[in-house]
Nanobody
Framework: QVQLVESGGGLVQAGGSLRLSCAAS????????MGWYRQAPGKQRELVAA???????NYVDSVKGRFTISRDNAKSTLYLQMNSLKPEDTASYYC????????????WGQGTQVTVSS
């Protein structure tokens, strides 16, 4: 079992920045693809950014150049630095761990709300 706890959400004006954190209950980064997803009201959950166990990253087109996913292995913490925020970034953001080992499982945090005002 893995527990993921997000923090760092809040209310920010357009153009501002936030950093989300996701603390894992144990060190799983070497065996997981980690991702940040978001879900706005009335919309499907979408993958925002991901980082593989090898450190490769990918982003949805709408956040490229503005968001950065990173991790601190020593702290078992995943981050999402969000800059130049836009009202359309408003959503609940969720941390995900997909353990890429046999029988590894897929785990989610409880989510953190990000609201960007115009």
């Amino acid at each position: 079992q893995v527990q993921l706890v997000e923090s760092g959400g809040g209310l920010v004006q357009a153009g501002g920045s936030l950093r989300l954190s996701c603390a894992a209950s144990r060190n799983i980064f070497s065996i997981s693809t980690m991702g940040w997803y978001r879900q706005a009201p009335g919309k499907q959950r979408e993958l925002v950014a991901a980082i593989t166990r090898g450190g490769s990253t990918n982003y949805v087109d709408s956040v490229k150049g503005r968001f950065t996913i990173s991790r601190d292995n020593a702290k078992s913490t995943l981050y999402l630095q969000m800059n130049s925020l836009k009202p359309e970034d408003t959503a609940s953001y969720y941390c995900n761990a997909n353990l890429v080992i046999p029988g590894g499982g897929d785990y989610w945090g409880q989510g953190t709300q990000v609201t960007v005002s115009s």
